[in-house]
């Protein structure tokens, strides 16, 4: 069965400070897809990455890094040096092969607040 | 390039009555897909269109449809509007890229600002 579990549900930190978000999947697929969305208070879902099962590279893009892990099934979500922009819903999601992209599982979501 | 246009933004029905939602997407995107957002469940999906053809469907009722059209416009329609209806609906839409499992990328979705159904 496919699921994405978002550990932490709120999370708040002080302005600058480091911040990971939590991303374990469930997937019996061996190609599959995996997203991060940001969910600003407006309720538009802002694309901000996606991986695909065969490249476990990390990627970093400016203050935001990822780390992507096949052996714990694990996408985990860094925001370096926050600030209070980054303020949002942010949800995991993951989109199996054999669903040829249309459907994505999210997870529950981490509400970030980031204080001034 | 315009976005995923949802209409309408905010709409109030009672129970019992329908409801249908509009989705235009990206030009040139063929793939249109929705989602219900509530507090408790989530977000979850719905179905996906694809070409004018059911692609995907979630675990919702029949109260659920949705349909697309030539132009890749897609409507969505839920009758007998229940209060547990009420909630954010979106619509995302997508370039395919690749086919099944030998893509090397799963087209990107590209979310509209939802519209918001609340049930009296």
């Known amino acids: 069965a496919q699921k994405v579990t978002q550990a932490q549900t709120e999370i708040s930190v002080v302005e600058k400070e480091d911040v990971t978000l939590d991303c374990v999947y469930e997937t019996r697929d061996t190609t599959y897809y995996l997203f991060w969305y940001k969910q600003p208070p407006s309720g538009e879902l802002v694309f901000l990455i996606r991986?695909?099962?065969?490249?476990?590279q990390n990627e970093i893009s400016g203050r935001y890094s990822w780390n992507f892990q096949k052996s714990t099934s694990s996408f985990n979500f860094t925001i370096t040096a926050s600030q209070v922009v980054d303020s949002a819903v942010y949800f995991c999601?993951?989109?199996?092969?054999?669903?040829?992209?249309?459907?994505?599982?999210f997870g529950q979501g981490t509400e970030l607040s980031v204080k001034p | 390039k315009a976005g995923v246009t949802q209409t309408p933004r905010y709409l109030i029905k009672t129970r019992g009555q329908q409801v249908t939602l509009s989705c235009s997407p990206i030009?040139?995107?063929?793939?249109v897909s929705w989602y219900q957002q509530t507090p408790g469940q989530g977000l979850q999906f719905l179905f996906e269109y694809f070409s004018e053809t059911q692609r995907n469907k979630g675990n919702f009722p029949g109260r659920f449809s949705g349909r697309q059209f030539s132009n890749s416009r897609s409507e969505m329609n839920v009758s007998t509007l229940e209060l547990g209806d009420s909630a954010l609906y979106l619509c995302a839409s997508s370039l395919q890229v690749g086919i099944g499992r030998l893509a090397g990328i799963s087209g990107e979705l590209f979310f509209g600002e939802g519209s918001r159904l609340t049930v009296l």
């Open positions: 999601a993951l989109s199996e092969a054999q669903n040829q992209g249309g459907k994505l599982i």
């Open positions: 030009s040139g995107h063929r793939s």
């Open positions: 991986r695909n099962s065969f490249d476990e």
